[in-house]
């Protein structure tokens, strides 16, 4: 039957050297797809949280000079110019900021871990809709073929109507019974082909080309049961995982604003160069050095207030941990009992193809000896066209349910699935910038 089918969908794009396969156009998208290229570049951005929190640790130079113009002409006194400047350094090393510097690197840190949970999500997410714009094109092809090829079969039996009317074998209501059905099927293609339509430019926005001959792929490779899905999904789903690094930096959030209340110690040093003319010493340099401790005795409310609010964001990331665990596991368990559907739709519409295309069979035979009417041949047709239909819509879903259920688990990345591509690492850029002391130079995509 899946030969039968794929000789009628495949006319759209036939005639190519190869066929492409689910692979290659996963390939494709993990490559160029501009939101998942957005999400990495979104990360690398998240990676700098780190150097920034620890900066915390440096020291912070600052210099300002200054030069200047003086004219001076007072009642009495000899009119003067001179021009006065001045040249100063300054520098300021932290030593104690109440813990910020280290709970706040702790927090950069758990939020880059999100940042990579996240983009895996998204990464996820477009091979998913890579997988579905595939299968898609598939379906609809097949549907478009199977509806062209109704067409001709409603118009050679329209033709044979004419000729049996012509005849007075039958009336001119059975002819009008088979026009109608043409326009009908004739309709059908028009709407297939629209869908259609609709489908390759889906596949072109996800995969980025498009869609030439596609061959059929091979059904993605599942865990045995539901619960070995499910456990599975609860330790790798990077929804999950994203969730409870949140949680873990906004816990750490909690210390670093609760760090405005403790004191902060500093290292100061400057220097100063000045040189003023109309001044009897002219020039003078200086420098200083001391020690700064701060502490804070009250500030407003607003501090407390701050750290009550962090409690409350930590309490609200906590309950989303819970609420991510509840959505994998509802995910997880409405794609895999679509699988199963889709396996019993799939026997169902076969055995449905089967007796469709016998009753056809019989009913044309008895229509020929006088015992069906016109009616009675246009409805088994329509049978069997609506059986195979079914059929390839549920051939396609059972395909899409097994990459949902590894969506759902987190196995559908591009190293998952082994797909013959370069990684992206995003460790990379992470390890790169985490030490920075200096530069603005990035590697972008425009």
Not at 369 to 375: M, Y
């Amino acid at each position: 039957m899946r030969v039968l089918l794929a000789s009628a969908a495949f006319a759209v794009g036939a005639g190519q050297a190869s066929a492409e396969t689910l692979v290659q156009a996963m390939v494709s998208a993990y490559s160029g797809n501009p939101t998942l290229q957005a999400e990495r570049a979104r990360q690398r951005g998240t990676d700098e949280l780190v150097p920034q929190a620890l900066s915390g640790w440096r020291p912070t130079v600052n210099t300002e000079g200054s030069i200047a113009r003086v004219w001076a002409d007072s009642s009495g006194e000899p009119s003067s110019e001179n021009d006065p400047k001045s040249v100063a350094i300054g520098l300021s090393q932290p030593i104690f900021r109440g813990f910020k510097t280290i709970n706040g690197t702790k927090a950069a840190e758990a939020n880059v871990e999100a940042g990579k949970q996240g983009l895996l999500a998204i990464e996820q997410d477009i091979l998913f809709q890579a997988i579905q714009a595939y299968m898609n094109v598939i379906r609809d092809r097949q549907i478009v073929g199977l509806s062209q090829q109704n067409v001709g079969v409603l118009q050679k039996q329209l033709t044979a109507a004419d000729e049996r009317f012509k005849v007075g074998e039958i009336t001119r209501t059975d002819v009008a019974q088979s026009r109608a059905r043409v326009s009908g099927a004739q309709s059908s293609v028009a709407s297939a082909t629209a869908t259609l339509a609709a489908s390759v430019a889906n596949y072109i926005n996800i995969v980025g080309h498009k869609p030439g001959s596609l061959k059929y792929p091979k059904l993605a490779k599942l865990p045995r049961t539901l619960e070995q899905a499910q456990a599975a999904a609860s330790e790798i789903n990077p929804n999950i995982l994203a969730a409870a690094y949140v949680e873990e930096a906004s816990a750490y959030n909690i210390e670093v604003v609760k760090g405005d209340l403790l004191p902060a110690a500093s290292l100061d040093a400057s220097a100063q160069f000045n040189d003023n003319p109309q001044d009897g010493t002219s020039r003078s340099e200086s420098a200083r050095i001391e020690g700064v401790l701060t502490i804070p005795l009250y500030e407003a409310g607003r501090v407390y207030s701050s750290v009550r609010e962090a409690k409350h964001v930590a309490s609200q990331r906590r309950l989303e941990v819970i609420q991510a665990g509840r959505s994998v596991r509802e995910s997880v368990s409405i794609s895999w009992n679509n699988l199963v559907a889709a396996r019993e739709i799939i026997r169902s519409a076969k055995e449905q193809v089967s007796a469709a295309q016998l009753a056809l069979d019989g009913v044309r035979q008895e229509y020929f000896v006088g015992s069906r009417t016109t009616l009675d041949v246009l409805d088994a047709e329509t049978e069997v066209v609506n059986a195979r239909i079914a059929l390839v819509s549920a051939e396609r879903d059972q395909i899409v349910a097994a990459y949902q259920i590894l969506g759902s688990i987190g196995r559908l990345t591009a190293r998952d699935l082994s797909l013959p591509v370069e990684y992206y690492d995003a460790d990379e850029n992470y390890l790169n910038v985490r030490g920075k002391w200096f530069g603005t130079g990035a590697d972008t995509i425009e």
